[in-house]
């Protein structure tokens, strides 16, 4: 999404090549985080008061942003959470990515999604991944602000790159219905699982988006509704990180021994091996969007989400 970086025209690299090093290197992954900081430093926050104003890929209007978590809070290939809003009249423009894969999220209203020249209107909650190699845009055509969401992760650790195409799809025509793949975080599709992750209470629950979704090493989108008083047992994995992102409510996230009150707009980065756990110990329910990044592809654990007992 940044303007500063140097476009590029890189081939999609092979996945299996790519697979096969990260087989190699999942050991060491899952054991050489330096000790990360106290988790009331690494939670972001959404703040307006801390968006910038700027225009992306040749936009014909503004969007105002913070980066919510830095690359640098999880040793997988994550460059970036952003948290936004896109003014009226403006977005993102058509560009292409050819090492990275990118998701634009809608909170509210609604907006015209771009990918791969069709258009569509998208309601929020609503997102469009995009694979690598595929063009995509965003833009408000509406007169207010549209809260908004771009995720983008790595081929590679720490590479960025983007072509423009010098279009701001401004007055696009729309299809009807998107030709490109869409995650609604309807609270209607979930389903009830009781004690998930050894937990209390029951929670409902749905993988939005698998790992057949995308080419890189980003795994999975889940949907996650804790009732009032239930919770989201103490668990970990040691193969994926995942950020937790409060799309509703209040609650405690403990990560270790540590734990802390989230909000709405809270981001939790959590790392490899880290127990962690969720609880909506408010009035009301604590609803979560969880992004997994793994560090080898299709690699999810041995046992996903093993429940963490006492001394472990």
């Not at 476009?7 to 790519?18: D, Q, T, W």
Request: aromatic fraction near 8%.
């Amino acid at each position: 999404m940044p303007n500063t970086w140097i476009p590029r025209n890189y081939g999609v690299l092979p996945v299996l090549a790519i697979t096969a090093v990260f087989a190699s290197t999942l050991p060491a992954l899952a054991q050489r985080a330096a000790p990360p900081p106290p988790l009331a430093d690494r939670i972001g926050h959404t703040d307006p008061s801390k968006y910038t104003h700027s225009r992306s890929h040749e936009s014909a209007g503004d969007m105002a942003c913070m980066l919510l978590v830095p690359p640098t809070a999880m040793d997988v290939n994550l460059n970036f959470m952003h948290r936004c809003e896109i003014m009226p009249g403006g977005g993102v423009g058509h560009h292409f990515h050819n090492s990275t894969e990118e998701m634009f999220i809608v909170f509210d209203g609604q907006a015209e999604f771009t990918i791969d020249g069709r258009t569509s209107v998208l309601k929020g909650t609503v997102g469009a991944p995009v694979r690598m190699g595929h063009s995509h845009a965003i833009y408000n055509p509406s007169d207010k602000p549209v809260e908004f969401m771009n995720i983008n992760v790595a081929m590679n650790k720490g590479h960025y790159d983007a072509f423009n195409l010098g279009d701001a799809r401004v007055g696009a025509p729309k299809d009807a219905i998107p030709t490109f793949m869409t995650m609604n975080l309807d609270r209607a599709t979930l389903k009830p699982i009781q004690n998930y992750h050894g937990g209390l209470g029951t929670v409902q629950y749905r993988r939005a988006l698998d790992t057949d979704v995308f080419l890189t090493n980003w795994s999975y989108v889940d949907h996650l509704l804790i009732p009032a008083g239930a919770s989201d047992g103490l668990h970990r994995h040691m193969g994926v990180e995942e950020i937790y992102y409060v799309l509703n409510g209040s609650g405690q996230v403990q990560v270790g021994t540590q734990t802390e009150t989230i909000h709405k707009g809270d981001a939790v980065p959590v790392r490899f091996n880290e127990p962690h756990s969720f609880t909506a110990n408010g009035s009301d329910a604590l609803e979560l969007m969880i992004v997994g990044i793994a560090a080898q592809k299709n690699n999810l654990d041995t046992e996903l989400g093993a429940p963490v007992r006492d001394g472990q």
